[in-house]
């Protein structure tokens, strides 16, 4: 590392930043640019796409939460996502704890089962869980998107926790055996919170996998009050005519909260990521 | 034991998996897991309260299927519509109560036939005419709407009483009731057909083209259409084949073919006029092919009427500058189309559907069916032409003077199927598909999914 | 602690949900649609077998399923190739500054985590002639292809476009997957290699690649089947037009299931797919897996 080999890595460090700096704006433009469109209104769209607005249309985005009832839309996402959230956690590192930690002969097949989940495409369930649930009258239920959506996050959590688990020293279980501590007990006081690094990226993979699902969604949900949020961008889209101004409105609406959760959030997903990355 | 306890488990799930697999209509499966059924009935209890509150006692409930969100929409027919559903829960406060399920257009027969096939279908539901129609027709789930119509003088409220039904009407009984009917006409900016000259609108294909020479020869962009939506660019096309005297009757039954004289023609005279199309035809949605017409980009429309509204809502100087004449060439006929109720076979509140149905027809649903929506409205009803959009005169001369109608032609074929493959045919033609390989395609599609049925 | 480890009763309990439910809403779905797949079905007739005639349909007659097939072949091979190049030249870069790694990071990232519907509304936007990208393009002179309707060529402009568009929304997962691995190498292994001379960018091609060759696995297995199962962006840009040009195997699918409820058939092109996703996970861990190095 002599003062030459320095000079050189100033010359390839501003070209790196240059590139990386191109990209970013390639990343951010996009997503201003929605902003940009929500503002107008859709006369003078048509007319001059790119041209200012001359007045801010901030009605859009009222007119975008009532109309499209993205209240509730939002509310049915949140119930929808936080549930299956939850159970995910709970189901999965249940089955992970048993796999990872438990001694069984099975387990090798068990995870090799749960991991064919992660090669399937939802498609290829659509048509018998559809035609199943609407005989057990599941769709046009928050309820019959919560399974779906439960058991396609499933592999991917146990894939995360096994992975955590198996990590854990064994010196823990140990004491926590001869302190007579129950298996069940040393997996929600010993394993869990040990692992909440873990819990945390599943979760959040599960949480913003299953916010963004559509196809899902548009085909069990029927009922305007049950529509979740990807959804119900669609209602824009009239028979013969589209509110562009305002179905982007109801974009930024849409993908404001989870722009929010991950600018709070963002360096410990990267962090999360890390080791679930590293250690699955 | 542990074999024992997983073999147990094991088994347990795969006979149920195997009762799951073959028992078509029992519901082996229910005993899902019971853990996540406590929450999710919390959550379903949630829901019920965000939900219209239904009214209370002996309310007779039922569901009307739509195609458009009531809410967000902007389309002034579908406004209309809201503001029926909205008197008849007013007025029929206590008794009936109609409860709206909506989608967008695009996956409405893919939700309704959903409902159908769960055993829910909507007590009323909204349908095209034609092969839409025929499906909910031949398996009996639309029920026969005609004694109620006959019952107290209902029909005779019609324009041409039961002439009004024949696009509704199966072996003799009437199984769907029309709203209102858009015709497609030819749209033209007045001040841009002066300026190129033109003093008498084309009467038949070559008045036509010499009209749209004259007015690319003048700057104007003659024809702005939608390829990118594909009806829009079927719907030209289907007035080229009507007025080649193609019969989709025949072809449907066979004895035509889509490799006809007839056909290439008409397809040869699309990719003719072409050449007139904005230069950004082929990327244009609808709305856009529209929009360059009411911002005075483009000299003539090809649309159905419920365009008016569009047009008048976005520009409303335009009105004013904006004629109206029927697809030239045509022999009178003109395209037509009707947005149309169908009532549930296994309802069990026909009194409430029908009384519902009649809202949509009465007196005040089709004055502004023709003074607001821009559309020509299915009964008698008196309405003050001045009030409805200059436009709309225009459109009922066109219809008025019409010998014939006809349907949409991807709304006019055997399968719904059919139909998106022809406006799809069309499409990749415009855009530089031979002819001749185009309409093989089309007809290689109707060996193999409709003649050999 | 072997008793305590090896409680039957526990280990039951334990998986017991996650195998029923698994069991229930994937497993049993995935024979019964494989079942499907046998049949001449649609939403308002009950499954009726017919052998192998809608996989001959599918094979011998069904021009869309060439079409899908090919798109979603190309569709498979773009993302791998550019998602493995470019995440790693982007891990390799964002490892290589200091100052402003996390803000990059961040903003590379953040579109994985944006609904795809919403992201593939606004791409459609921006391609549409008369208001997106063209518009601008116009101002300097350039009068731009059809972005989203152009059918020349094999691989059809459109298809290039979804699949920048797919690469640009996913490219921060790739890149992430890699920077936490190479996090993971320990810093003497390149303070011993520049010792001995090597450049930055040899070090990278003989310390970095080899040691990050198991996450190149995971991470290829993941885009390949993403790839497969693409749909959201598709859907809201061109639905698959014009003329069943952009569609991929599960827009047909979708099609041919939810718009003209053709059950059975549909259930055909499903059973493609899930075969298709098996081979091409197999292959990627036979031929890119190897056994994690000691780091």
């Given at each position: 590392?002599?003062?030459?080999?320095?000079?050189?890595?100033?010359?390839?460090?501003?070209?790196?930043?240059?590139?990386?700096?191109v990209l970013?704006?390639?990343y951010?433009?996009?997503?201003?640019?929605?902003?940009?469109?929500?503002?107008?209104?859709?006369?003078?769209?048509?007319?001059s796409?790119?041209?200012?607005p001359?007045?801010?249309?901030?009605?859009?985005?009222?007119?975008?939460?009532?109309?499209?009832?993205?209240?509730v839309?939002?509310?049915?996402?949140?119930?929808?996502?936080?549930?299956?959230?939850?159970?995910?956690?709970?189901?999965?590192?249940?089955?992970a704890?048993?796999?990872?930690?438990?001694?069984w002969?099975?387990?090798?097949?068990?995870?090799?089962y749960?991991?064919?989940?992660?090669?399937i495409?939802?498609?290829?369930i659509?048509?018998?869980?559809?035609?199943?649930?609407?005989?057990?009258?599941?769709?046009n239920?928050?309820?019959g998107?919560?399974?779906?959506?439960?058991?396609?996050?499933?592999?991917?959590?146990?894939?995360?926790?096994?992975?955590?688990?198996?990590?854990?020293?064994?010196?823990?279980?140990?004491?926590?055996?001869?302190?007579?501590?129950?298996?069940?007990?040393?997996?929600?006081?010993?394993?869990?919170?040990?692992?909440?690094?873990?819990?945390?990226?599943?979760?959040?993979?599960?949480?913003?996998?299953?916010?963004?699902?559509?196809?899902?969604?548009?085909?069990?949900?029927?009922?305007?009050?049950?529509?979740?949020?990807?959804?119900?961008?669609?209602k824009?889209?009239?028979?013969?005519?589209?509110n562009?101004s305002?179905?982007?409105?109801?974009?930024?609406?849409?993908?404001?909260?989870?722009?929010?959760?991950?600018?709070?959030?963002?360096?410990q997903?990267?962090?999360?990521?890390?080791a679930?990355?590293?250690?699955g | 034991?542990?074999?024992r306890?997983?073999?147990?488990?094991?088994?347990?799930?795969?006979?149920?998996?195997?009762?799951a697999?073959?028992?078509?209509?029992?519901?082996?499966?229910?005993?899902?897991?019971?853990?996540?059924?406590?929450?999710?009935?919390?959550?379903?209890?949630a829901?019920?309260?965000?939900?219209a509150?239904?009214?209370?006692?002996?309310?007779?409930?039922?569901?009307?299927?739509?195609?458009?969100?009531?809410?967000?929409?902007?389309?002034?027919?579908?406004?209309?519509?809201?503001?029926?559903?909205?008197?008849?829960?007013?007025?029929?406060?206590g008794?009936?109560?109609?409860?709206?399920?909506?989608?967008?257009?695009?996956?409405?027969?893919?939700?309704?036939n959903?409902?159908?096939?769960?055993?829910?279908?909507?007590?009323?539901?909204?349908?095209?005419?034609?092969?839409?129609?025929?499906v909910?027709?031949?398996?009996?789930i639309?029920?026969?709407?005609?004694?109620?119509?006959?019952?107290?003088?209902?029909?005779?409220?019609?324009?041409?009483?039961?002439?009004?039904?024949?696009?509704?009407?199966?072996?003799?009984?009437?199984?769907?009731?029309?709203?209102?009917?858009?015709?497609?006409?030819v749209?033209?900016?007045?001040?841009?057909?002066?300026?190129?000259?033109?003093?008498?609108?084309?009467?038949?294909?070559?008045?036509?083209?010499?009209a749209?020479?004259?007015?690319?020869?003048a700057?104007?962009?003659?024809?702005?259409?939608?390829?990118?939506?594909a009806?829009?660019?079927?719907?030209?096309?289907?007035?080229?084949?009507?007025?080649e005297?193609?019969?989709?009757?025949?072809?449907?039954?066979?004895?035509?073919?889509?490799?006809?004289?007839?056909?290439?023609?008409?397809?040869?005279?699309?990719?003719?006029?072409?050449?007139?199309?904005?230069?950004?035809a082929?990327?244009?949605?609808?709305?856009?092919?529209?929009?360059?017409?009411?911002?005075?980009?483009?000299?003539?429309?090809?649309?159905?009427?419920?365009?008016?509204?569009?047009i008048?809502?976005?520009?409303?100087?335009?009105?004013?500058?904006?004629?109206?004449?029927?697809?030239?060439g045509?022999?009178?006929?003109?395209?037509?189309?009707s947005?149309?109720?169908?009532?549930?076979a296994?309802?069990?509140?026909?009194?409430?559907v029908?009384?519902?149905?009649?809202y949509?027809?009465d007196?005040?649903?089709?004055?502004?069916?023709?003074?607001?929506?821009?559309?020509?409205?299915?009964?008698?009803?008196?309405?003050?032409?001045?009030?409805?959009?200059?436009?709309?005169a225009?459109v009922?001369?066109?219809?008025?003077?019409?010998k014939?109608?006809?349907?949409f032609y991807?709304?006019?074929?055997?399968?719904?199927?059919?139909?998106a493959?022809?406006?799809?045919?069309?499409?990749?033609?415009?855009?530089?598909?031979?002819?001749?390989?185009?309409?093989?395609?089309?007809?290689d599609?109707?060996?193999?999914?409709?003649?050999?049925? | 602690?072997?008793?305590f480890?090896?409680?039957k009763?526990?280990?039951?309990v334990?998986?017991?949900?996650?195998?029923l439910?698994?069991?229930?809403v994937?497993?049993?779905?995935?024979?019964?649609?494989?079942?499907y797949?046998f049949c001449?079905?649609?939403?308002?007739?009950?499954?009726?077998?017919?052998?192998?005639?809608n996989?001959?349909?599918?094979?011998t007659?069904?021009?869309?399923?060439?079409?899908?097939?090919?798109?979603?072949?190309f569709?498979?091979?773009?993302?791998v190739?550019?998602?493995?190049?470019?995440?790693?030249?982007?891990?390799?870069?964002?490892?290589?500054?200091?100052?402003?790694r996390d803000?990059?990071?961040?903003?590379?990232?953040l579109?994985?985590?944006?609904?795809?519907?919403a992201?593939?509304?606004?791409?459609?936007?921006?391609?549409?002639?008369?208001?997106?990208?063209?518009?601008?393009l116009?101002?300097f002179?350039?009068?731009g292809?059809?972005?989203?309707?152009?059918?020349?060529?094999?691989?059809?402009?459109?298809?290039?476009?979804?699949?920048?568009?797919?690469?640009w929304?996913?490219?921060?997962?790739?890149?992430m997957?890699?920077m936490?691995?190479?996090?993971?190498?320990?810093?003497?292994?390149?303070?011993?290699?520049?010792?001995?001379?090597?450049?930055?960018?040899?070090?990278?091609r003989?310390i970095?690649?080899?040691?990050i060759?198991?996450m190149?696995?995971?991470?290829?297995?993941?885009n390949?089947?993403g790839?497969?199962?693409?749909?959201?962006?598709?859907?809201?840009?061109?639905?698959?037009?014009?003329?069943?040009?952009?569609?991929?195997?599960?827009?047909?699918?979708y099609?041919?299931?939810?718009?003209?409820f053709?059950?059975?058939?549909?259930?055909?092109?499903?059973t493609?797919?899930?075969?298709l996703?098996?081979?091409?996970t197999?292959?990627?861990n036979?031929?890119?897996?190897?056994?994690?190095?000691?780091?």
């Amino acid at each position: 590392m002599n003062k030459a080999g320095k000079g050189k890595w100033k010359v390839s460090t501003t070209i790196i930043y240059i590139l990386l700096s191109v990209l970013a704006v390639v990343y951010l433009l996009p997503l201003l640019w929605v902003i940009y469109v929500s503002l107008k209104d859709d006369k003078t769209l048509f007319v001059s796409p790119w041209a200012m607005p001359e007045h801010l249309m901030f009605e859009n985005y009222s007119f975008a939460w009532t109309a499209g009832r993205l209240g509730v839309a939002t509310l049915n996402s949140a119930i929808v996502c936080g549930v299956t959230l939850i159970l995910c956690l709970l189901v999965g590192s249940m089955a992970a704890f048993a796999i990872g930690r438990l001694k069984w002969k099975l387990s090798g097949a068990m995870m090799t089962y749960f991991l064919t989940g992660m090669m399937i495409p939802v498609h290829c369930i659509l048509i018998p869980v559809f035609t199943r649930f609407s005989r057990m009258h599941l769709t046009n239920s928050l309820t019959g998107l919560i399974l779906p959506y439960l058991t396609l996050s499933l592999p991917i959590t146990i894939f995360i926790m096994t992975g955590f688990f198996q990590s854990l020293p064994n010196e823990l279980f140990e004491s926590a055996c001869i302190d007579g501590c129950s298996i069940y007990r040393s997996f929600t006081h010993i394993a869990l919170p040990l692992s909440r690094t873990g819990l945390f990226v599943t979760g959040l993979m599960t949480f913003v996998a299953n916010w963004n699902e559509l196809l899902l969604a548009m085909v069990f949900i029927s009922e305007d009050s049950k529509k979740t949020l990807p959804v119900s961008l669609s209602k824009f889209v009239g028979p013969y005519n589209t509110n562009y101004s305002q179905m982007f409105a109801a974009i930024v609406i849409a993908i404001i909260p989870t722009i929010i959760v991950y600018c709070m959030f963002s360096n410990q997903i990267v962090d999360g990521l890390t080791a679930g990355a590293v250690k699955g | 034991m542990k074999k024992r306890m997983l073999s147990v488990l094991i088994s347990t799930a795969m006979i149920a998996s195997v009762l799951a697999g073959c028992g078509g209509g029992g519901d082996t499966s229910a005993p899902a897991p019971a853990a996540d059924e406590g929450a999710s009935q919390d959550t379903a209890a949630a829901e019920t309260e965000t939900q219209a509150p239904a009214a209370g006692g002996d309310v007779e409930e039922i569901t009307w299927m739509f195609w458009d969100d009531l809410n967000a929409t902007e389309d002034l027919i579908s406004i209309g519509y809201r503001d029926t559903v909205e008197r008849f829960n007013k007025d029929y406060e206590g008794k009936y109560h109609v409860n709206v399920v909506t989608t967008n257009l695009e996956e409405y027969y893919a939700k309704l036939n959903a409902l159908v096939a769960a055993g829910e279908t909507p007590d009323c539901f909204i349908v095209s005419p034609g092969p839409n129609l025929d499906v909910y027709v031949d398996p009996g789930i639309a029920a026969d709407l005609t004694d109620y119509l006959k019952a107290d003088g209902w029909i005779d409220t019609f324009n041409g009483g039961e002439g009004a039904f024949s696009q509704q009407t199966y072996d003799g009984k009437i199984y769907a009731v029309p709203l209102n009917i858009a015709a497609a006409c030819v749209f033209y900016n007045t001040e841009m057909f002066e300026a190129a000259g033109i003093s008498t609108m084309p009467t038949d294909w070559q008045g036509l083209l010499d009209a749209c020479e004259k007015l690319q020869a003048a700057g104007y962009t003659p024809l702005t259409i939608s390829a990118g939506t594909a009806w829009c660019l079927s719907m030209l096309a289907g007035y080229l084949c009507d007025s080649e005297g193609v019969d989709l009757a025949a072809i449907d039954s066979g004895s035509a073919s889509w490799l006809d004289s007839n056909v290439v023609n008409a397809t040869n005279k699309l990719v003719e006029i072409s050449k007139y199309f904005q230069p950004t035809a082929a990327g244009d949605t609808n709305d856009v092919a529209t929009a360059n017409f009411y911002n005075e980009e483009a000299a003539m429309l090809i649309q159905g009427s419920w365009a008016i509204a569009q047009i008048n809502g976005s520009n409303p100087d335009f009105e004013s500058k904006c004629g109206v004449f029927a697809f030239p060439g045509t022999d009178g006929r003109v395209i037509a189309k009707s947005d149309s109720l169908a009532m549930s076979a296994k309802t069990t509140h026909p009194d409430a559907v029908i009384a519902f149905m009649k809202y949509f027809t009465d007196d005040t649903a089709q004055k502004y069916t023709a003074e607001v929506g821009g559309k020509i409205p299915v009964t008698t009803v008196e309405y003050d032409a001045s009030k409805a959009p200059a436009q709309l005169a225009y459109v009922m001369d066109v219809f008025g003077s019409a010998k014939s109608t006809f349907g949409f032609y991807n709304e006019s074929m055997a399968t719904t199927e059919a139909g998106a493959f022809f406006d799809d045919t069309m499409v990749s033609i415009y855009l530089g598909t031979p002819v001749e390989e185009g309409l093989a395609s089309l007809e290689d599609f109707y060996k193999n999914n409709v003649w050999n049925k | 602690m072997d008793k305590f480890l090896r409680d039957k009763k526990a280990i039951v309990v334990f998986v017991a949900p996650a195998f029923l439910l698994f069991t229930f809403v994937l497993f049993v779905p995935i024979c019964q649609s494989v079942y499907y797949s046998f049949c001449e079905y649609n939403a308002l007739t009950a499954p009726k077998f017919i052998g192998f005639e809608n996989y001959k349909q599918l094979f011998t007659i069904d021009r869309t399923m060439k079409i899908a097939l090919k798109n979603s072949m190309f569709f498979l091979i773009f993302s791998v190739v550019t998602q493995l190049v470019a995440g790693l030249v982007l891990a390799g870069l964002l490892t290589n500054i200091k100052k402003g790694r996390d803000f990059f990071k961040n903003v590379y990232y953040l579109p994985c985590v944006l609904s795809s519907a919403a992201l593939g509304l606004l791409w459609m936007f921006v391609f549409t002639p008369k208001l997106g990208i063209n518009q601008v393009l116009a101002q300097f002179g350039i009068e731009g292809p059809l972005w989203l309707m152009d059918t020349k060529g094999f691989i059809i402009l459109p298809m290039w476009v979804i699949a920048s568009v797919a690469l640009w929304q996913y490219v921060g997962q790739s890149m992430m997957l890699y920077m936490a691995q190479i996090s993971g190498i320990s810093s003497s292994l390149y303070e011993a290699s520049y010792i001995d001379g090597c450049t930055r960018v040899q070090s990278f091609r003989y310390i970095t690649l080899p040691l990050i060759r198991p996450m190149v696995a995971t991470a290829m297995s993941l885009n390949a089947i993403g790839a497969l199962k693409f749909f959201d962006l598709i859907f809201n840009m061109t639905e698959g037009g014009p003329n069943h040009m952009t569609d991929v195997l599960a827009t047909h699918l979708y099609q041919q299931g939810f718009k003209y409820f053709k059950y059975g058939y549909a259930s055909a092109i499903g059973t493609v797919l899930l075969v298709l996703c098996l081979i091409v996970t197999f292959i990627i861990n036979k031929f890119v897996k190897v056994d994690n190095y000691e780091m």
